[in-house]
T-cell receptor, first 119, second 111 residues
């Protein structure tokens, strides 16, 4: 069964350093999402891509976070500089949903996540 | 988007049927009810989705009354491996299909 790949699985960094996370969605999935999950909470959407375009980044702290999906396939989420409060699980998900079609019922498939610890 | 309310936690013994109820009073006509499961240190996994009445798959059943203001996820004969957090979400059938997660229900299965 096809899966969403993420790397690294774990990352420890010091505050003020830069970190980057990578996601490879399921082949053919046009929509890609990045979520942040703080311990004990549900995932929170950071950014949504449709192919290479950002559909929604309203919850992305743009002063320090950036995301790109240059060729509409894999994606990178970057934090620079990292702060203590950024410690969390960062999840990537993909879906076959497309704004030009689909029923809206398409499942989102999540990767295993990257657990970030900022010291 | 309709807000959901579900119990914070539940305990069950192995072999029992577990029912987790979620309320979503402001659900809209185009909205679907979706449940995800999340094990520790893993991403959420889709379990089941429905619009009304009853939906059943190999993992669970989903019961939705006619007014659609609540739904019940039913897990038959749970095992220790069903210990996880279960999220109830209301998903719009139009627009950008975003998922808004609450805190979910932490189910603990006891031997």
């Amino acid at each position: 069964e096809a899966e969403v790949a993420q790397s690294p699985r774990y990352k420890i960094t010091e505050k003020s350093q830069a970190v980057a996370f990578w996601c490879d969605p399921i082949s053919g999935h046009a929509t890609l999402y990045w979520y942040r999950q703080i311990l004990g909470q549900g995932p929170e959407l950071l950014v949504q891509f449709q192919d290479e375009s950002v559909v929604d980044d309203s919850q992305l702290p743009k002063d320090r976070f950036s995301a790109e999906r240059l060729k509409g396939v894999d994606s990178t989420l970057k934090i620079q500089p990292a702060e203590l409060g950024d410690s969390a699980m960062y999840l990537c998900a993909s879906s076959s949903f497309g704004l030009a079609g689909g029923t809206g019922r398409e499942t989102q498939y999540f990767g295993p996540g990257t657990r970030l610890l900022v010291l | 988007l309709a807000k959901t309310t579900q119990p914070i936690s539940m305990d069950s013994y192995e072999g029992q049927e577990v029912n987790i109820t979620c309320s979503h009073n402001n659900i809209a006509t185009n909205d679907y009810i979706t449940w995800y499961q999340q094990f520790p240190s893993q991403g959420p996994r889709f379990i089941i989705q429905g619009y009304k009445t009853k939906v059943t798959n190999e993992v669970a059943s989903l019961f939705i009354p006619a007014d659609r203001k609540s739904s019940t996820l039913s897990l038959p004969r749970v095992s220790l491996s069903d210990t996880a957090v279960y999220y109830c979400l209301v998903v719009s059938g139009a627009g950008s299909y975003q998922l808004t997660f609450g805190k979910g229900t932490k189910l603990s299965v006891i031997p």
